[in-house]
C-alpha cells in the first residue's frame, strides 16, 4: 500500500510538474536575434516546416515545442501563410495566435490614377517589401505573365491602393490591377452613350485616358469628355497636348515646343487624326464613367484658366478670347 501511495503521489507531482512547466511554456517571452523578426510562411506549409522557419529566423523557440503546443490546443492545421512580424516580448501561445488569426505584415502601393505603365513599374521596382520577379521582364513578357491579350501595357492597369504580404511577387499586384481594370472597364462600355464615336471598349480607355490627362479638377472632367466626343464626331484633330508628350517618351524634358507639336508620332494628335494606338496613362473610374457617358454639350475648346480649372468654348473665335484672356495676359 506504501508502494502505491508513493507511485500515486509521483505521478500526482509529475503532472503538476508538466502543468506548471508546460504554462511557463507558453507564457514565457521568447528570445530573439533582431527586434522586430520577420518571416514568411509559404502557402501549403504545415505547422512543422512553419515552425522550422520561425526558428530559422531567430525566434529561440524548438520547432518540436510549438508543433507540439498547436497540436495540444488543437490548431496545427489552421496556420495561414503570408509575411509576419513579431517583436520583443511575444509568448510561444500569442505566436500561435498570431498564425492561426493570419495577422500578417502588409505592404502598400498606391497607383495614381493618370501615371504611365513606366512609372507603374518604377514604383514596383522601387518598392523595398516587394520582390521583383518582373525586373528583368520586357513589357511584352509581363502580358504575357499575366494572360493579357493587348499587346500594349498602357492603361490596362486599374489605379488604387494595392495591400499585399511583404515578400510578394511584384507580378502578383501587377495580375490584381490588370484584373481590377477588366470588370470596371467592361461595365463603362455596357453603359456607354449608344452614339459614342468608339468601336471598341479598347477604344474607350484610350479615350478615358486623355480625359484623365487632360482634367485640371474633377467638376471640368464631363465637359473635358464632352469636347474631344465632340472632336471625334466632327472629324476634327484632337489637338491635346498629353498625347504628343507621350509619344516623346524620355525625350520629354517637361518643356513642350512647337517643334515638338509639328514632329509627326503615332500619338501625335495634331498630325493625325483620331484617337491614338493606345492609351497614354491609366485613367481612374471617374474619367472611365466621364468618357462612356459625356454631357450633352457644343463645347469643342478649352483652355486652362490657371489653378487645375478649365474655360471652355464652343467656337474658335470664343475660344481664341480666351487663350488670350488666360494664357497671354
Known amino acids: 500500500m506504501r508502494t502505491f501511495k ?17 504554462s511557463w511554456f507558453t ?8 527586434d522586430p523578426t520577420a518571416f514568411s510562411v509559404p ?5 512543422r516546416s512553419a515552425a522550422q522557419v520561425i526558428e530559422a529566423a531567430g525566434i529561440e523557440l524548438p520547432a518540436w515545442q510549438l508543433e507540439l503546443l498547436g497540436r495540444v490546443l488543437g490548431r496545427s492545421s489552421k496556420i495561414k501563410a503570408g ?6 516580448g511575444l509568448t510561444a501561445l500569442a505566436l500561435l495566435d498570431k498564425l492561426t488569426r493570419g495577422d500578417v505584415t502588409q505592404g502598400e502601393l498606391v497607383l495614381v490614377e493618370g501615371k504611365t505603365f513606366r512609372q507603374f513599374r518604377a514604383a514596383l521596382n522601387e518598392h523595398p517589401d516587394l520582390a521583383h520577379d518582373s525586373l528583368k521582364l520586357s513589357d511584352v513578357q509581363i502580358l504575357a505573365r499575366l494572360g493579357a491579350k493587348e499587346p500594349h501595357p498602357e492603361g490596362l492597369f486599374f489605379p488604387d491602393t494595392y495591400l499585399f504580404d511583404k515578400g510578394s511577387s511584384d507580378l502578383d499586384v501587377l495580375r490584381r490591377a490588370y484584373k481590377s481594370m477588366q470588370p470596371r472597364l467592361a461595365a463603362a462600355w455596357e453603359r456607354r452613350e449608344t452614339t ?11 479615350l478615358a485616358s486623355i480625359v484623365e490627362k487632360e482634367t485640371g479638377v474633377p467638376a471640368d472632367r464631363p465637359q473635358v469628355a464632352a469636347v474631344f466626343v465632340n472632336r471625334l ?7 491635346t497636348d498629353p498625347t504628343v508628350i507621350y509619344g ?24 493625325r487624326p483620331g484617337l491614338p494606338p493606345t492609351p497614354i496613362a491609366m485613367p481612374g473610374l471617374a474619367s472611365l464613367q466621364a468618357a462612356a457617358k459625356p454631357p450633352s454639350s457644343d463645347m469643342l475648346y478649352f483652355v486652362a484658366r490657371g489653378g487645375g480649372s478649365s474655360e471652355f468654348s464652343a467656337t474658335l473665335d470664343e475660344h481664341n478670347s480666351a487663350v488670350a484672356k488666360y494664357q497671354k495676359r
Open 6 to 22: 508513493l507511485i500515486l503521489l509521483a505521478l500526482i507531482l509529475a503532472f503538476v510538474t508538466a502543468i506548471v512547466g508546460f
Open 27 to 34: 507564457v514565457r517571452h521568447l528570445p530573439m536575434r533582431s
Open 43 to 47: 502557402a501549403g506549409a504545415s505547422l
Open 83 to 88: 509575411s509576419y512580424e513579431v517583436e520583443e
Open 196 to 206: 459614342l464615336p468608339v468601336k471598341t471598349p479598347y477604344e474607350l480607355l484610350i
Open 233 to 239: 464626331r466632327r472629324g476634327m484633330l484632337l489637338q
Open 248 to 271: 516623346l517618351g524620355e525625350r520629354f524634358d517637361g518643356n513642350l515646343r512647337k517643334i515638338d507639336l509639328l514632329t509627326d508620332t503615332p500619338w501625335n494628335t495634331y498630325t
